[in-house]
């Protein structure tokens, strides 16, 4: 069992920054590939990046390579999501999701994660 609560999200203009972690709580925290999702209202969730158990691994989503940084500490149980050159369209409920997976892989798909934080809220303002 993972819970993990998210924080970090808030209002910001457009091209700024803001950085998101993800605590979880529970054991084996290395045991699971983690992932960054958002859902804006009327759409559905939609994979962002991931990272790999090790943390030597990640995905990202076209729309947010060369932006967007997905980064874990185990020794703290933590994810990071640091958020650049943001857009208005960006607007959205960012979750993180725990994947409870063999080897080094990440999967997009919501679906494969079993466990999801509240989301927090991130607001880009034209």
């Known amino acids: 069992q993972v819970a993990l609560v998210e924080s970090g999200g808030g209002l910001v203009q457009a091209g700024g920054s803001l950085r998101l972690s993800c605590a979880a709580s529970g054991r084996a925290f290395s045991s699971y590939a983690m992932g960054w999702f958002r859902q804006a209202p009327g759409q559905e969730r939609e994979f962002v990046a991931g990272i790999n158990r090790g943390g030597d691994g990640t995905y990202y989503a076209e729309a947010v390579k060369g932006r967007f940084t997905i980064s874990r500490d185990n020794a703290k149980n933590t994810v990071y999501l640091q958020l650049n050159s943001l857009k208005p369209e960006e607007t959205a409920v960012y979750y993180c999701?725990?994947?409870?997976?063999?080897?080094?892989?990440?999967?997009?798909?919501?679906?494969?994660?079993?466990?999801w934080g509240q989301g927090t809220q991130v607001t880009v303002s034209s």
């Open positions: 999701a725990a994947d409870y997976i063999y080897g080094s892989s990440v999967d997009t798909r919501p679906g494969s994660y079993e466990y």
